[in-house]
Nanobody, 124 residues
Framework: QVQLVESGGGLVQAGGSLRLSCVAS????????MGWFRQAPGKGREFVLA????????DYADFVKGRFTLSRDIAKNTVYLEMNSLKPEDTAVYYC?????????????????WGQGTRVTVSS
């Protein structure tokens, strides 16, 4: 089992920044992928970005390229999501997710573990 705990959500004005963190514990492995999905009010959950733990390779959804950055701290088993130039349409609950593997799969059904979610609200 892997436990994921997110932090860092909150309320920010459009154009502002936030940093989310996700700490993994339990049966972590170098052969897994950690990423973020989000779910806006009244919508389904969508892929945002992910990182492969071993290589550090990343995959970003088009709508966050140039604004969001994902990084990892191997020693802390933590990934960080830096969100800049936030827009009202970024308002959502952001979920950290993880699965065993070596490549990014943008499908929530592929994820084995989920955090509880952290809410991000961007006001206009």
């Amino acid at each position: 089992q892997v436990q994921l705990v997110e932090s860092g959500g909150g309320l920010v004005q459009a154009g502002g920044s936030l940093r989310l963190s996700c700490v993994a514990s339990g049966r972590t492995s170098s052969n897994y992928v950690m990423g973020w999905f989000r779910q806006a009010p009244g919508k389904g959950r969508e892929f945002v970005l992910a990182i492969t733990w071993r290589s550090g390779g990343t995959d970003y959804a088009d709508f966050v390229k140039g604004r969001f950055t994902l990084s990892r701290d191997i020693a802390k088993n933590t990934v960080y999501l830096e969100m800049n130039s936030l827009k009202p349409e970024d308002t959502a609950v952001y979920y950290c997710a993880a699965y065993y593997g070596t490549g990014v799969v943008r499908n929530e059904n592929h994820c084995d573990y989920w955090g509880q979610g952290t809410r991000v609200t961007v006001s206009s």
